[in-house]
């Protein structure tokens, strides 16, 4: 998983075509779900007139992504829209903490730090008090989770694992109004 990418595709639709930009997002999201190494798209719809769509597509890797890109359906589809649209921005981001908070290098949006602190406090918190309690029925199975280090990095690991690729992709979109304001 260390090598999954991100592409954001930042669209500005012109409004009279916004119903059929609607219905291509679903078509071109269910197409994108087919091809080997889809983790996932999200889409944020524009919070202002003037404001862009941004399309959060995830894939296991940098291969999966370019054959996504690629490919003739993406081509055939893309063509299809470019008529409803201002304009196109697109790039790729390799995941990380990063990009719980930033979206894009190309977007605007940036989440300021006391706001980043919150959401990540309260996401991180609940998981400190829960994953030990959940996990300490593995020490009376697994002799060596018996020693408090490797029990500590068995929390931070599962911890980490949840936030990264559960958690935060989550709860940022949820909290994105709030947080980019």
């Not at 931070?156 to 947080?179: H, I, N, Q």
């Amino acid at each position: 998983m260390h090598d999954a990418v991100t592409l954001l595709i930042r669209h500005q639709v012109t409004p009279q075509h916004r119903d059929d930009y609607e219905a291509w997002i679903r078509e071109i999201s269910n197409a994108s779900r087919q091809f080997p190494g889809h983790m996932g798209v999200a889409i944020i719809r524009p919070h202002g007139a003037q404001a862009p769509y941004s399309l959060v597509l995830r894939f296991d890797t940098h291969e999966h992504l370019r054959d996504w890109i690629e490919s003739p359906t993406r081509q055939r589809l893309v063509e299809r829209a470019r008529p409803w649209l201002q304009s196109i921005e697109e790039g790729e981001i390799e995941t990380g903490l990063e990009f719980w908070f930033t979206p894009s290098r190309l977007a605007p949006l940036h989440a300021r730090p006391f706001k980043q602190f919150l959401i990540t406090l309260s996401a991180i918190y609940p998981l400190t008090q829960l994953l030990p309690w959940v996990l300490h029925p593995l020490q009376n199975w697994i002799a060596p989770l018996r020693e408090p280090w490797l029990f500590g990095l068995l929390v931070a690991t599962v911890l980490v694992l949840l936030m990264v690729y559960l958690v935060m992709p989550r709860y940022t979109r949820f909290a994105a109004r709030w947080l980019f304001s």
